[in-house]
């Protein structure tokens, strides 16, 4: 993670709870500290079970939400965060991106949808954009690989992550299809 150090940058007024659910700890801590040097009071939770807790007991006003957690869906978060706190402004950081997650984010109230790996400075700015702004166009397009595990994920998901569904859908073997989702997401 890069900006994690010495940024001018700071969150100013009102509520800055924020609550970050993440299930890789050394980035969970990372991004905690990057954030609490910003401004932030941060709250943090490991799975979407600790997340829905404390989202309910005490809503944050700003969320960072990890999209595949061990036990479960961020989204599940992002809602739970939503019904108690309309304001609150949660962005959803995930591994492996596609449309449809990034769509059904949205409409659960979340303002962002970052591809990991995010640095400190670009949720930092994803958390504090306000409503008009837009966020700059990526400076590198996904390559072809990408694009391709994209949507392999994307059928894995519809196919709610059975892989011999998956895998007929797709036309590709089974053993094929572990493989590609055993390995991390090409650049």
């Not at 609490?36 to 709250?43: A, H, I, L, N, Y």
């Not at 990526?138 to 994209?150: H, T, Y």
């Amino acid at each position: 993670m890069t900006g994690d150090e010495g940024s001018a940058t700071m969150v100013t007024g009102g509520d800055t709870s924020l609550l970050i659910v993440e299930d890789d700890k050394p980035f969970l801590t990372r991004l905690a500290r990057a954030m609490e040097s910003r401004g932030f009071t941060v709250d943090t939770a490991e799975s979407v079970e600790e997340a829905v807790v404390k989202a309910r007991a005490n809503p944050p006003a700003y969320a960072v939400v990890d999209m595949r957690l061990g036990d479960g869906n961020g989204l599940d978060v992002v809602a739970a965060i939503r019904e108690k706190r309309e304001d609150a402004r949660t962005i959803i950081l995930t591994g492996y991106g596609n449309i449809a997650t990034a769509v059904t984010a949205v409409k659960l109230g979340a303002v962002d949808y970052l591809s990991k790996p995010a640095d400190a400075d670009d949720i930092f700015a994803a958390l504090t954009r306000t409503s008009g702004e837009r966020a700059a166009p990526p400076e590198n397009p996904m390559s072809a690989d990408r694009v391709r595990w994209e949507h392999i994920q994307r059928v894995y998901e519809m196919c709610e992550r059975n892989v011999s569904e998956t895998a007929r859908r797709l036309n590709m073997h089974r053993r094929t299809l572990q493989r590609i989702l055993a390995k991390r997401a090409p650049r």
